[in-house]
């Protein structure tokens, strides 16, 4: 009970702060929750078999099949099960298109799909189709058109379709959230966000191990090297715009109040992938010859409906610390998360000076965190992963879907739209309104509350 | 002779190194050197005052006249010359116009400008159709039109027009461009820079101090406020690109082995000016009914010949510490100004972690630095005006202009350009070539040696 009033209690000060709407907990949950649920895995590889192994630890989760074509990541994911002590699942290995019997044999309440990019809309479209819903790891799609069918089948079965995309839980994401819907910034003004992760000993290895070693990749790679390498060989755009643009989505009511408008994307030369098998593997090395189409860094900005824009960064072919580029600006302060910083007017001791962000980033953790922090603790990219997950699960047993196939749309879209802008000389490129109009009405969902 | 020798030394490092090609002395000094030049003031506002304070420590140095329109700005000019134990210059004050009496009349090597934007442009050409050199303060010009009249009267008179971009000079940017000349970032991919500058108590003052302590402009402001405001009414774009482009240009040889193709711009909404009015001086003050056409936040993506992209962000009407967002990546490492912070692959102690960046900066001090560094203290905006002017005063004996007046054109020319893409919603506009080819072989001047 006392739960239940201090998450009361925190969305009314939410509310009384004049910022977003804020649900009452009642249209979070469906008036029929279920106590169980049964959840299948498309895609048992290092990712898939981290979020198995944290499923398994909810006593309502059953896992009755898993689906993939790598033995060796078969025996992992069943080892994982085993050592849970949870009963073997059925298991779909036979070919590519195995996950359509497993769609059409078993009856799952939803299925987490950790699959090449490539896979996600087939699998997701193939699961709604079959009325099992779906949380998709980042992008859920690579096409325009494969974006508007996600949707198109999420409206006509009824399933939703949720975009696993954790980084909109990080602690800091969050308590920024916090500081958006009690107006601290003001209005905002400008977001950034991106992918800036030196990615070139992933895209490359020795074929046995999953990071470096080597510079392989395709059949002669191991894991990701397997798959990802190949779309920068055939695609010149922000091949990863999810982990920047979904956290600020929310922070600028996206497809809630808010929509983008359009959008402009420049690239740089392309460099450092052929750099990397040269430096490691000699320019007589086979892979030497490959022309890689994307560049290096591109850089995407966005129009929104309400004024606000977005500033993108996709660079991962480069030696450079990780950072997602955070920074969220209004009209009354701004966060910066390379500088660690935060000014706020009227609030920040010094005029015109930085202040470090710990102690705001304190003040207002989120109540989501605060209630979760012992779980969310050693379960994943430093506790999103436990966040994201239990969102999907809460879903499939009756609560609202946190982010929706709308989300899923707008987040993934930025990569063909930023294609398309490149190949056209940065012309600016419309973003479509996945909602038909909606997004005006729609009320924001994440991070109003203590609940998921 | 010592001088000579360390300067010739420096300059087969830099060879050595690989970097961009740097000129022998010879080429940059005529063989006819003058020993004294005449300069000429036009503007004695609280720049122009500054840099004449500056100007009248060179002995070789004559300041025969100024123009003003201001009698409290002309009475404080006369007496820094007074204090400087200078004669009393001619005084040309009649009205706006009055210029080009001064410049017709006086013979003048060289005429340093300070007044409004709008005027640097028709003081330029008056200037060198005289047969006068010009020191223009930044931006050169406002529409395209005016920078290719820059570049054509440049040409035919065969007088040189410098864009007095100061942040050239400071002492980290030209560390940074040192070490992009010894190719320690490898090939350059993405430059940032900006003008972040909380500007608002500079756009609105009692009409009395320069800075702050009222919301007037206009006929009621004073100093800047009295004419910078209104551009923030009448354009939507970056009013202000110099800043932030001009430090980059030189380490992506633009204009010398490179140049801008085109560019995109997106404008934020309109808030600030309109909130600091209504803050300071209530929702009745008359200036509460303006409307601001400038968008908050403008960011500026611009692609090379050589494919590198530059982002630009123009943000003066928000409460923010100062930066001018420096970034510059290549297939070797980074450096960013806002974390303070670079990362060199192979250098940098840990792999994927920031260093401070204050031991590199130190190390790769840039040789004109170390032997100004004196001269340069204490002489504005951290050592920056010494140079520009001293570089100006050279290039009036006979050295080759640093910047000239393709710089001064494709610095300046963002602007208009950034006001069509925003017009345009944010449509890709091409950059116009000023050089007309010669950037091809045009050879790296800024930088490239320790003696402008």
């Known amino acids: ?37 049964k959840l299948g895995f498309i895609g048992t590889g290092l990712r898939g078999q981290w979020m198995l192994w944290l499923a398994a630890k909810y006593p309502e989760v059953e896992i009755p099949a898993i689906c ?12 994982i099960l085993k050592d849970a002590g949870r009963p073997e699942p ?23 799909i950790a699959t090449p990019w490539e896979w996600h809309h087939p699998m997701a479209i193939a699961a709604m189709n079959n009325g099992i819903h779906v949380g998709t790891e980042v992008p859920a799609a690579l096409t325009v058109k494969e974006c508007w069918d996600l949707v198109n089948v999420s409206e006509k079965t009824n399933k939703f379709c949720m975009i696993m995309e954790n980084v909109c839980y990080r602690r800091d994401i969050m308590a920024v959230l916090n500081m958006v819907r009690k107006n601290m910034f003001g209005e905002l003004l400008h977001c950034q966000g991106g992918y800036q992760h030196d990615l070139r000993h992933v895209k490359f290895n020795d074929g046995i191990n999953p990071y470096g070693g080597g510079v ?81 860094i591109v850089t995407t900005v966005i129009k929104c409906a309400q004024g606000q824009t977005i500033m993108l960064s996709h660079d991962t072919n480069s030696p450079r610390p990780y950072s997602l580029n955070f920074r ?27 202040e470090e962000e710990d102690q705001y980033l304190a003040e207002y953790d989120h109540p989501l965190w605060k209630r979760f922090e012992d779980q969310a603790e050693g379960s994943g990219h430093g506790g999103m ?32 739209l930023s294609e398309k802008s490149i190949r056209l000389g940065s012309a600016a490129v419309k973003v479509p309104d996945f909602t038909r109009g909606k997004w005006k009405d729609n009320a924001p969902i994440f991070g109003t509350n203590d609940y998921i």
């Open 68 to 79: 993939d074509i790598d033995e060796q990541m078969i025996a992992s994911a069943l080892k």
């Open 385 to 416: 992963d436990f966040f994201i997950l239990r969102a999907f699960i809460e879903a499939l047993k009756g609560a609202e879907p946190i982010l929706d196939v709308y989300d899923a749309a707008s987040m993934s879209v930025v990569s063909p």
């Open 90 to 112: 059925r298991i779909y290995k036979k070919n590519e298109e195995d996950f359509r019997t497993m769609l059409d044999n078993e009856t799952l309440d939803g299925v987490y």
């Open 1 to 37: 009970m006392a739960k239940k009033i201090s998450r009361r209690s925190f969305i009314k000060t939410s509310v009384a702060a004049g910022g977003a709407a804020a649900l009452l907990p009642q249209t979070l949950l469906s008036s029929r929750m279920k106590t169980r649920v």
């Open 328 to 354: 969220v600006q209004g009209t009354q302060g701004i966060w910066q998360k390379d500088a660690r910083s935060i000014y706020i007017e009227g609030v920040s001791k010094e005029e015109h000076r930085w």
């Open 216 to 296: 392989e990749f395709g059949e002669k790679g191991f894991s990701e090297a397997k798959w990802r390498t190949q779309h920068s060989i055939d695609r010149n755009g922000d091949l990863y715009p999810t982990h920047g643009l979904g956290p600020v989505s929310p922070m600028l009511d996206i497809n809630r109040g808010n929509r983008m408008l359009h959008l402009t994307s420049t690239a740089t030369q392309s460099r450092g992938l052929h750099k990397y098998i040269v430096d490691k593997g000699g320019k007589d090395h086979p892979n030497a010859a490959i022309d890689f189409k994307c560049g290096d």
